[in-house]
């Protein structure tokens, strides 16, 4: 499962931090970079999986903000936008 983790907050590093800390947990393809969205909690888009996947994703990411996308995107099939509600996990 490919995922892209998108820092939307001014905590620099907070992609990374995340990303490091999910493939801790098997999820190890993972591309981070900056989003400029406007919202106060994390998000999780998720593209041409399965809905039964939601659940596990929810759980494992721990947010609960996971809206279900029908289309199909080429470069990854779970995209997290992590917001102010994230802080950095050691």
Known sequence: MRINILNSTTKEGLAGNFGENMA?????QY???NANENRQTSKINLYGLKEDAVEVIKKDFNID???YMSEYNEKFEVEVILREDRDFVY
């Open 24 to 28: 801790k947990k098997g999820y190890s």
């Open 31 to 33: 591309t981070t970079g």
């Open 65 to 67: 903000d996971v809206e």
